[in-house]
């Protein structure tokens, strides 16, 4: 399939959803760039995520979240993976809405906590009962992420190839966002 992305495709979801590995296949397959906001703001900070949280607290890593984002949806277009918090400020949904798509990778509590409960790079997750976090977090989020322009199902046993083959069948749904070629 050739296309042709007229908007940036922002991933938005829950840690674990699968947007920073569906996102580099989806990029692949559109032929288009793939970044990786977390990646971004670590490079600019010159220190991991966690490390951000540590010395300066989320709301500190918050505001250059929001920086980062807005820097990066005034690029070029491309396939943007965002972190699980950043779709939850009003002013990056703003920011997504107005420069990209987003696309929630809607994956259920169960399979989340399968992917991120043997992980410790989740610094909401370091509490003495990371799973009722995760809840508390996917409770307090799913509304919001529930808002985004278009929503794709996850399921256990689908690959990361067939998650961005999905995402391009709800693409080929926005011809504002998706021209598909000939």
Same mark, same amino acid.
């Given at each position: 399939m050739q296309a042709r992305l007229k908007k940036t495709v922002v991933l938005v979801g829950m840690m674990g959803a699968g947007k920073t590995a569906v996102g580099k296949a989806l990029a692949a397959? =559109?032929?288009?760039?793939? &970044? @990786? *906001? @977390?990646? %971004? &703001? %670590?490079?600019?900070?010159?220190m991991t995520i966690p490390e951000i949280f540590q010395r300066d607290g989320e709301p500190f890593f918050r505001v250059k979240e929001r920086q980062v984002i807005s820097r990066l949806l005034e690029r070029e277009q491309g396939v943007l993976s965002t972190g699980g918090g950043a779709y939850m400020a009003p002013e990056n949904r703003e920011i997504i809405s107005r420069h990209g798509v987003a696309v929630w990778l809607n994956a259920d509590l169960d399979l989340l906590w399968a992917r991120v409960k043997h992980k410790d790079s989740r610094p909401l997750l370091r509490v003495p009962d990371p799973f009722g976090a995760l809840k508390k977090l996917y409770d307090d989020r799913v509304p919001i992420y529930a808002t985004a322009d278009l929503t794709v199902v996850s399921e256990p046993g689908l690959s990361i190839d067939d998650m961005a083959a999905r995402v391009i069948t709800? =693409?080929? *749904?926005r011809p504002d966002v998706l021209e598909v070629l000939q």
């Open positions: 397959m =559109l032929h288009a760039p793939f &970044i @990786d *906001s @977390d990646a %971004e &703001i %670590e490079k600019a900070a010159n709800a =693409l080929r *749904s």
